[in-house]
C-alpha cells in the first residue's frame, strides 16, 4: 500500500493551461504539505495544511490554490501557468506537524511547462 | 534566523570505505535534526532523527548521524559505504516549540564508486 500518492506523476503542458494535482495519504496524518523541488534539487514548502485547515503559505504566487477536501487529501491547482513553475512538486503528510514528527512523501509529480 | 548548511555540494567516496555528509545548523533553543535520502526520480525518504538524549542515532540503511551541540552539527555516517547509497541527502531542522515548518538544507549529492 503505498503511504503518500500523486497524481499524475509527469505533467507536461503549454504556457497559460491551468492544472492540478493530487495527493493523497493513507497513513491517517493530520498534517500535509507541498513542496516544489527546483532543477537545482533546492526544497521549498509552499503550503501546509493541519485537518484542512491552511497553516503555512508561503511566498507563492496565487495562482497556487491548494485544497483540502479532507485530511487525507491535499490537492494543488496552478493557473496561468508559467515557464518558471517547471519543478517537481512533492506531497508530504506528518501525524501532527508537531515536535519531532516525521515527514512522509510522496513520489513527486514532474511538471513540465513548455 | 534559523538556517541549515550542508557545505559540501558533491561527497565522493569509494566502495567500502567511511562516508560522512556534513550538516551544521543555526536555531535559537534546542533542534530536532533529520536526515533524509532522495533516489533520483524518487521522493524523500526519511533516514534518521535526533530528538534527545544519546548524540549518535542509528537510522536505515546501516547509517547514523552525531549530534554536537557545541559544534552545532549533525553529520551524516557510514561505516562501509555501498554503490547504493549513491543519491542525494538533505538534513533538515526544526525548532523545539515550532511546529509544522522544517528548514531544509541545499542537499549533498553521495557518489560511491566500485
Known amino acids: 500500500d503505498t503511504a503518500v500518492s500523486q497524481t499524475p506523476k509527469y505533467l507536461v503542458t503549454q504556457m497559460g493551461n491551468d492544472k492540478s494535482i493530487k495527493c493523497e495519504q493513507n497513513?491517517?496524518?493530520?498534517?500535509m504539505y507541498w513542496y516544489k523541488q527546483d532543477s537545482k534539487k533546492f526544497l521549498k514548502i509552499m503550503f501546509s495544511?493541519?485537518?484542512?485547515?491552511?497553516?503555512i503559505n508561503e511566498t507563492v504566487p496565487n495562482r497556487f490554490s491548494p485544497k483540502s477536501p479532507d485530511k487525507a487529501h491535499l490537492n494543488l491547482h496552478i493557473n496561468s501557468l508559467e515557464l518558471g513553475d517547471s519543478a517537481v512538486y512533492f506531497c508530504?503528510?506528518?501525524?501532527?506537524?508537531?515536535?519531532?514528527?516525521?515527514?512522509?512523501f510522496g513520489p513527486g509529480t514532474r511538471l513540465t511547462v513548455l | 534566523a534559523q538556517s541549515v548548511a550542508q557545505p559540501e555540494d558533491q561527497v565522493n567516496v569509494a566502495e567500502g570505505n567511511p562516508l560522512t555528509v556534513k550538516c551544521t545548523y543555526s536555531v535559537s533553543g534546542n533542534p530536532y535534526l533529520f536526515w533524509y535520502v532522495q533516489y533520483p526520480n524518487r521522493g524523500l525518504q526519511f533516514l534518521l532523527k535526533y530528538i534527545t538524549g544519546d548524540n549518535l542515532v542509528k537510522g536505515s540503511y546501516g547509517f547514523e548521524a552525531e549530534f554536537n551541540k557545541s559544534q552545532t552539527s549533525f553529520h551524516l555516517k557510514k561505516p562501509s559505504a555501498l554503490v547504493s547509497d549513491s543519491a542525494l541527502y538533505f538534513c533538515?531542522?526544526?525548532?523545539?516549540?515550532?511546529?509544522?515548518?522544517?528548514?531544509w538544507g541545499a542537499g549533498t549529492k553521495l557518489i560511491i564508486k566500485p
Open positions: 508530504a503528510s506528518s501525524p501532527s506537524g508537531r515536535g519531532p514528527d516525521t515527514q512522509y
Open positions: 495544511y493541519n485537518n484542512k485547515e491552511l497553516i
Open positions: 497513513l491517517g496524518h493530520d498534517t
Open positions: 533538515a531542522v526544526r525548532r523545539l516549540g515550532s511546529n509544522y515548518q522544517l528548514i
